[in-house]
């Protein structure tokens, strides 16, 4: 059974960075695609970014673009995403997922881990 945790939320201000970090276990990822996606209050789960697991080709959503970069770690079965200039609009709750899918849609995702808060307020 798969499993991913969350972890590096916090409180940061403006203009700030955060790297938040999904541990995956249960399986081997090889032909996965991780992805990274976010909900504020009383919105839409959005995607972020995602990453194939085999080869390493990233995709970002327009909203970050030039100020997240999400990378793995084989050795670890580790996504990181590293957040900079950060904005108020990034708060939210941060989930990593894994999909088989070449789409990047929240439907495509599962196994959703529990989310890591990221707030970003002065």
């Known amino acids: 059974q798969v499993q991913l945790v969350e972890s590096g939320g916090g409180l940061v201000q403006p203009g700030g960075s955060l790297n938040v970090s999904c541990a995956a276990s249960?399986?081997?990822?090889?032909?996965?695609?991780m992805g990274w996606f976010r909900q504020a209050p009383g919105k839409e789960r959005d995607f972020v970014a995602a990453i194939r697991w085999s080869g390493g080709s990233t995709y970002y959503a327009d909203s970050v673009k030039g100020r997240f970069t999400i990378s793995r770690d084989n050795a670890k079965n580790t996504v990181y995403l590293q957040m900079n200039s950060l904005k108020p609009e990034d708060t939210a709750v941060y989930y990593c997922?894994?999909?088989?899918?070449?789409?990047?849609?929240?439907?495509?995702?599962?196994?959703w881990g529990q989310g890591t808060q990221v707030t970003v307020s002065s």
């Open positions: 249960g399986r081997t990822f090889s032909g996965y695609t």
């Open positions: 997922a894994i999909s088989r899918s070449s789409r990047l849609r929240v439907g495509d995702f599962g196994s």
